[in-house]
């Protein structure tokens, strides 16, 4: 059990500009949450995959965002035209489902849109 | 809908003292609690959780956290901190069914003088 990773760890980007992260959950769990966190804030849902299907996104999940579990593995999240509203970190989870309920945080993206 | 409200965003104590992080919620359904600690540069990480049963849980470095439905509270405990403990702390509610998505706090950064 390696634990949860994310790639890459910060991103600095130019507004107007496409980014992706990648997320490749703990290997036998079904379930793969993304989250926001900004400064001073807990994170936040924005979307939540149980094996490749996508069932449920956040308001937040404004339409320059998708997210994709190809094969019900690893997730990636893109965001289309980033604006400097985009800046926070982008944590990805995992759980496993009928187990303990707890999810499994990755150490995050940092993006910076300047 | 469920909410989490974390009152102290700052908590300075000194070393060897006790502290108490306090966590209220509302929901108007079931749900499970959780503390996750992030320290510096790191991820989240769970510290305890309440799912059912007794309602006081105890973590392996010393933490404690009593669910008390009446009062919509889950406030964590520890009778002596380190400087170690440093880090902030996040209060987080799911439902107990469906996606399981967290609901986090805003978090307790918990700075530990010596």
Known sequence: DTGVSQDPRHKITKRGQNVTFRCDPISEHNRLYWYRQTLGQGPEFLTYFQNEAQLEKSRLLSDR?????????????EIQRTEQGDSAMYLCASSLVGSSYEQYFGPGTRLTVT | ??????????????????????????????????????YPNQGLQLLLKYLSGSTLVESINGFEA??????????????????SDTAEYFCAVSRTSG????????GTRLKVLA
């Open chain 1, 65 to 77: 965002f998708s997210a994709e579990r190809p094969k019900g593995s690893f997730s990636t999240l």
């Open chain 2, 1 to 38: 809908a469920q909410s989490v409200t974390q009152l102290d965003s700052q908590v300075p104590v000194f070393e060897e003292a006790p502290v108490e992080l306090r966590c209220n919620y509302s929901s108007s359904v079931s749900v499970y609690l959780f503390w996750y600690v992030q």
């Open chain 2, 66 to 83: 009593e669910f008390n439905k009446s009062q919509t509270s889950f406030h964590l405990r520890k009778p002596s901190v380190h400087i």
């Open chain 2, 99 to 106: 996606t399981y998505k967290y609901i986090f706090g805003t």
